[in-house]
């Protein structure tokens, strides 16, 4: 069975830190592009950050550059999101995301793959950022 499992999320002070993982089960990532989107109530999903197949290139929404960090593990099938200074507007439900066109890695540097562009999906962790 193809799917990404994610953990991590919780409730967190402000200012407090999270890392969120993603476990690939049924396909490696070697390939991939992989992404964490995030869905507050009432609004949109937004893409927060991605990276490319070999690592060398991430992108972040401007809203978290320099607190959030993309990382990989394939020989683990692994994805995580290390969130720092976690503030109010981040509380949303996160999902991680892979797209097996590793032709898209190229552009990674520029800009994320579009939601529809990602091949699967997780269930979503929801991160709750209050006093």
């Known amino acids: 069975q193809l799917q990404l499992v994610e953990s991590g999320g919780g409730l967190v002070q402000p200012g407090g830190s999270l890392r969120l993982s993603c476990a690939a089960a049924?396909?490696?990532?070697?390939?991939?592009?992989i992404g964490w989107f995030r869905q507050a109530p009432g609004k949109e999903r937004e893409g927060v950050s991605c990276m490319s197949s070999s690592g060398d290139s991430v992108n972040y929404v401007d809203s978290v550059k320099g607190r959030f960090t993309i990382s990989r593990d394939n020989a683990k099938k692994m994805v995580y999101l290390q969130m720092n200074s976690l503030k109010p507007e981040d509380t949303a439900v996160y999902y991680c995301a892979v797209d097996f066109n590793s032709l898209r890695s190229a552009t990674v540097r520029h800009m994320c793959p579009p939601a529809d562009d990602y091949d699967y999906w997780g269930q979503g962790t929801q991160v709750t950022v209050s006093s």
């Open positions: 049924g396909f490696t990532l070697d390939y991939a592009v």
